[in-house]
């Protein structure tokens, strides 16, 4: 069925991510013909640009962010038809009187249909004046084909988060809102969904009866780079953990969906965000570990202290690194540790799971014969490699019984031979056509509030004395590796 023709309005259309990213993934969609046939794209920014100018500018960001090469007719294609800019202020009330008359206008030459789509790529102090604008020029519940999409972070708090909800709310529809978490449309985040419900093979075995523990790491080598002024006020539990890293888990610990309906696959996520065990005041210290880098050498090059980045106070606190060990209180996975960690400036840049199992009910092979005694895994590489890795032992050929342990896997690129999506573009896709499967619904975001609130409360109220605590280019601070250690575990670290 063809797709609802569609203006796409970008709110910050000059801005990082629009060039980065939003730009480059429409102009692969556009080329792959994956966007409706009647589509337009309306840039508004403050920063008084030319069209023509405007165009150059987003051909750069095509030209060194985009997995497609650029090709002269697919960018004429996408350009002359679709885009159009608008230079105004963007909270202002005639940016939003103009904003209509181009949409109606559009709506009139299409045949009465124009589904408008809201996208705030701004600051997000920016969320509610656009929204409150937009609903003052009738652009909100009142066309329900009317979307807004609006990108973390997403308060920075529960009390905040709650704020923006019920401001969004007055203005449009929760079905109309669509929150990104980037991490969601990640291809080998939704193969988790499918390696676990379209196979027979592992869900029989999914809880706490085999499996012991799970690890799920996101380590990034990039420092905060030209950040330091939103990440000074937000740190790596409000950037990453709130967010991507309890996606992940919700991913990989919901409980069966009955459909891939955008609400069953909600609910399921936000059960799990439910039964995760709150961390009490007295056990934070217990439960979390916090980190920021110094100074070190990533990959052959010497990097600076966190505290010596650009905009960033000399004696910040903000932590770079975070480690928790958390409990999904509920039958499939009671008592079975989930442990998280995200950092910047690590060792490598990888974000993985791991499934690790409990050991066989009784060893009969005597010890001898076993060259290395570990569980077994399952792997799943998010990124950069995208791969599952099933780990078990064998035996090595020869007269005597002996068992090493191997590896069987599955890696995406030799499997399917094409071209993996970036995120952008199936959220982007996902936004136009209306499904919110792979958004953020406004109880997840505050569910995942209150659940990281406690923590930021205790370090708030208790500064850490130790940071900087870990060197730039290793795999965070010594007492991320006390707390797995406790349990007579360590963290998987790959070759
Ligand atoms: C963003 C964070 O949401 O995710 C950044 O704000 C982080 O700090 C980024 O670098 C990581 O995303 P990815 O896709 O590169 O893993």
Not at 68 to 84: E, G, I
């Amino acid at each position: 069925t063809p797709l609802t023709p569609t203006v796409l309005v970008i709110f910050g259309a000059a801005g990082d991510l629009a060039w980065r990213k939003l730009v480059p993934a429409l102009y692969c969609l556009s080329a792959e013909g994956w966007l409706p046939e009647k589509f337009a794209v309306i840039g508004v920014d403050r920063k008084e640009m030319a069209k023509e100018e405007y165009l150059r500018h987003l051909r750069t960001g095509v030209e060194s962010f985009c997995r497609r090469k650029l090709d002269d007719a697919s960018w004429t294609s996408f350009t002359s038809s679709l885009v159009q800019y608008h230079c105004g202020d963007l909270s202002h009330p005639d940016t939003f009187g103009v904003l209509a008359k181009a949409i109606e206008e559009l709506r009139q030459q299409w045949g009465g249909v124009a589904n408008p789509v809201f996208y705030l790529a701004t600051a997000p102090s920016l969320i509610e004046p656009i929204a409150q604008g937009l609903g003052k020029v009738g652009l909100g519940k009142r066309v329900p084909g009317s979307r807004i999409v609006v990108e973390k972070p997403f308060g920075r708090d529960l009390a905040s988060a709650q704020t923006l909800n019920r401001s969004l709310g007055e203005v449009f529809e929760e079905k109309q809102i669509f929150r990104i978490d980037h991490y969601l449309g990640k291809e080998t985040v939704q193969n988790i969904l499918a390696l676990r419900f379209g196979n027979a093979w592992f869900e029989p075995i999914w809880d706490r009866r085999y499996i012991d523990y799970v690890q799920i790491t996101v380590a990034e080598t990039i420092g905060v780079e030209q950040r330091g002024g939103y990440y000074e006020r937000a740190g790596a539990l409000r950037d990453m953990v709130q967010n991507h890293l309890f996606q992940l888990l919700c991913t990989v610990a919901m409980e069966p969906p009955v459909s891939f309906d955008a609400e069953e696959v909600r609910n399921k996520k936000t059960d799990v965000l439910h039964a995760i065990r709150p961390f009490p005041t007295e056990a934070v210290h217990r439960l979390a570990v916090r980190g920021q880098y110094g100074a070190g050498w990533v990959r052959g090059e010497r990097v600076p202290a966190y505290r010596n980045e650009p905009n960033v106070s000399p004696d910040s606190r903000v932590e770079t690194f975070v480690a928790l060990k958390v409990f999904v209180d509920n039958w499939r996975w009671q008592d079975v540790p989930f442990y998280l960690r995200t950092g910047k400036r690590m060792a490598q840049r990888i974000s993985q799971i791991v499934i690790s199992l409990r050991p066989v009910p009784h060893q009969a092979f005597p010890e001898i014969a076993v060259d290395q005694w570990h569980p077994n895994r399952m792997i799943l590489n998010i990124q950069p490699q995208e791969s599952i890795l099933l780990n078990f032992q064998a035996k090595r050929p020869g007269p005597t019984i002996r068992l090493s342990p191997v590896d069987l896997r599955f890696s995406y690129r030799d499997a399917f031979k094409s071209e993996t999506p970036e995120a952008y573009e199936t959220l982007l896709r996902d936004v136009i056509l209306g499904d919110g499967t792979l958004f953020m619904r406004a109880d997840q975001v505050e569910a995942a509030w209150s659940l990281v609130d406690p923590i930021l409360q205790v370090w708030e109220s208790n500064p850490p004395t130790d940071f900087p605590n870990y060197s730039a280019g290793s795999w965070g601070p010594e007492a991320a590796q006390v707390l797995i250690a406790r349990d007579g575990r360590s963290w998987f670290e790959s070759p």
